[in-house]
């Protein structure tokens, strides 16, 4: 209350953010990129993501003594985006605590909305740091740096390219050439940021730990039927199409509608439709995920069941379940799987590490354990242990992961395929996750919306 009497005297945005810098890190060092959720967490300020369409955000104030106020994020802009909406929202606590304010996306800015911009530009892009970033880069002397070195310290910062673009050029004067505000976005726009972003192999997955490690308690989940009902159609789907199966969305809830009311005896369960029996096994292994009551165990080998009722609508259904007695080559892989004789070596190492991470998983951050999920994930795709279905089975078990570790269960769209597997590739080529941890923590941010907006 005190910090918020100080903050509606002060005219300059600049100065109210250097002010709070120096009183939140005191004498400790600045560590970059700023976690503005982790301040709102601070400063009493309950955080929400959600499915805004026209709002960056919102800001209610406590109704009284006994209230607390509340700050809702656009879930669906990029994490740069909703951090420098946290870090604007958090304005809107110190000078504007007495009302209620919604910021929109477009539009023309207020007075009020234009200083909480500013304020979150220079929270989140402290004006000293930034010009000790830019003097790093202004080599042989010359005064302007180049786009490539925005790109840098906009990740350095954990801002948007435009919004590092602007600091620069109007706070510091690095920027060459027309610096006015439609020039700027359109040689923003021509230089293609993400773009240069994925060339570089930037991530943006410590932003995401930021995110997730301050909103723990809001991403606990428990398995109920609304949950599953409302994942299945969307799981079975994408995951059979990211597997070649050329089946509608449409047909997909057709097929999964059809096995939850008949089950055994589900036309889908005969051999006059063997292309839809892997949907068939799909929605059985689908149901592990959501078993209740949740184990409170976790092995690698909870793997195999999976497999096994992945197949079991087949001619065949001894086929799932067991592991590969041969060699074999993944087409268009970028690895070398691990020999058979190897496989229940590999298998016991992965135990034990997910053994340790399970029994642990309250003492950690969330995002550890997510992170952790994400490399048994890949860890599991090179060992490859089954003669088939490996891809599917070790997707469902990721989500066993979670839900028994208290955690939403995701899904990989098919049009996300591509990216999901460069994620891959680039963890068996560089044995560098980054890129993967990123994409599994969007999933996870995306299932609690899909949960929360159905509600």
């Known amino acids: 209350m005190q910090f918020q009497a100080e903050a509606k005297c002060i005219d300059d945005p600049e100065q109210l953010a250097a002010i709070y810098l ?42 009284g003594d006994d209230d607390i106020p509340i700050v809702g994020i656009n879930a669906n802009r990029p994490i740069t985006r909703q951090r420098f909406t946290a870090a604007h929202e958090l304005c809107h606590h110190f000078r504007d605590a007495d009302k209620e304010i919604s910021c929109p996306i477009s539009g023309k800015k207020n007075a009020i909305e234009s200083y909480a911009e500013r304020f979150a530009a220079a929270l989140l892009m402290p004006i000293n740091e930034l010009r000790n970033q830019v003097r790093r880069r202004q080599k042989n002397g010359r005064r302007y740096i180049t786009y490539d070195d925005v790109l840098e310290i906009a990740d350095y910062f954990g ?18 050439g027309n610096t006015e505000s439609t020039a700027l976005r359109k040689r923003a726009a021509k230089y293609q940021p993400e773009k240069e972003r994925k060339k570089r192999h930037f991530s943006y997955a410590k932003l995401y730990v930021g995110l997730i490690d301050c909103y723990r308690e809001q991403l606990s989940f428990e398995p109920s039927d609304f949950a599953r009902n409302l994942f299945q159609t969307n799981y079975i789907y994408n995951d059979s199409r990211m597997e070649g199966l050329d089946v509608t969305i449409e047909q997909a809830a057709e097929i999964v509608t059809d096995l939850r009311l008949n089950m055994q005896n589900s036309e889908y369960c005969t051999e006059e439709n063997e292309v839809y029996m892997s949907i068939a096994g799909h929605h059985d292994m689908y149901q592990d995920i959501f078993a209740v009551p949740v184990k409170d165990s976790l092995s690698v080998y909870d ?9 079991s609508h087949y001619p065949y259904p001894d086929y799932g379940g067991s ?13 070398e799987t691990v020999d058979y004789n190897d496989i229940f070596t590999e298998l016991s190492k992965i135990d034990a590490e997910i053994r340790d991470f399970y029994n642990r998983r309250t003492e950690m951050p969330m995002s550890e354990y997510i992170k952790h999920v994400a490399r048994i994930h890949h860890w599991i795709t090179v060992v490859h242990p089954f003669p088939e279905g490996n891809g599917r089975t070790s ?11 208290g955690m939403v269960p995701i899904y990989i769209k098919v049009e996300d395929k591509r990216e999901y597997i460069k994620a891959l590739e680039r963890a068996d080529k560089e044995k560098d996750y980054e890129e993967l941890y990123e994409i599994v923590f969007k999933l996870i941010l995306r299932s609690y919306i899909d949960l929360n907006k159905s509600i």
């Open 323 to 335: 592991t590969r007695q041969n060699n074999t080559l993944v087409i268009g892989a970028k690895f």
């Open 303 to 311: 793997m195999f069941p999976l497999n096994k009722k992945l197949f």
């Open 395 to 405: 997707r469902a078990f990721m989500n066993v992961q979670l839900v028994r570790a």
């Open 22 to 63: 120096s009183k939140y890190f005191g004498n400790q060092r600045i560590e970059y990129p700023i976690n503005p959720f982790q301040m709102l967490k601070d400063e009493g300020v309950l955080f929400s993501l959600m499915d805004f369409k026209k709002l960056e955000g919102v800001y209610i104030p406590a109704s």
């Open 159 to 176: 801002v948007s390219f435009e919004a590092c673009l602007f600091r620069i050029a109007y706070r510091v004067h690095a920027i060459d």
